[in-house]
């Protein structure tokens, strides 16, 4: 059996880390495991853990980590991660990281940090909109609808979500930078770390990626 990369990709919010983990995935033929998504399902589900999630993201909380565990957990035994896998938006802390290493055990991990500036940050995401009836998404910057501030198929108006306005941005950012840059820290001094310039464009940051997966 071809073991492939165990990798996990950090960054602060806007920096592409979704983006670059699909294609890694993709290139590496190994499991997305994505807990923005995976929760994003579980809150259409109707067992009890589908509830509780479906209660704390109702109130703006964040999932307890008991939960957040259970999932990566039932993630990680699926039969295709155990030759590899790529973990977006797990671990956030260190803390999470370590019972990220009681679940895997002394394996090595190859860590992606997309490093990205605020300014960039602020301006990827502040740009974005999204049609309310159809779902589809939109950039004011780098993918504009046809018509002002209109969905190209609803022709309705497009809005602008709450967590991407600049206010909520910057909220955002500063609980990266308490939870989050400890967590680059850690992986650094394990020697799993490999830091690479986010601002580039898509092809230029995978083209780097790929460099350490062959």
């Not at 806007?14 to 290139?27: D, P, V």
């Not at 998504?37 to 008991?66: C, H, Q, W």
């Amino acid at each position: 059996m071809k073991l492939s990369p165990k990798i996990i990709l950090l960054g602060p919010p806007g920096s592409g880390k979704g983006t670059q983990a699909k294609r890694i995935s993709e290139f590496c033929k190994s499991p997305h495991i994505s807990t923005g998504e995976i929760l994003r399902k579980a809150v259409s589900g109707t067992d009890k853990t589908a509830r509780r999630i479906k209660f704390y993201m109702n109130k703006g909380k964040l999932v307890p980590d008991e939960i957040i565990f259970s999932i990566i957990r039932k993630h990680l035994k699926k039969t295709d991660a155990k030759k590899g896998f790529v973990l977006d938006g797990f671990p956030r802390n260190v803390q999470q990281s370590e019972v990220l290493k009681k679940i895997l055990g002394d394996v090595d991990l190859i860590v992606f940090n997309l490093k990205v500036g605020t300014d960039t940050i602020i301006r990827r995401l502040s740009g974005r909109r999204v049609c309310k009836v159809c779902g589809s998404n939109y950039h004011m910057e780098f993918q504009p609808p046809k018509f002002d501030e209109k969905c190209d198929r609803c022709k309705l108006k497009l809005y602008q979500r709450d967590d991407d306005k600049q206010v909520a941005i910057k909220n955002r950012l500063k609980v990266y930078e308490m939870e989050s840059k400890p967590l680059v820290r850690y992986y650094q001094k394990k020697g799993f770390l490999i830091s690479t310039n986010g601002e580039r464009s898509e092809e230029k940051i995978f083209s780097t990626i790929k460099k350490y997966l062959k």
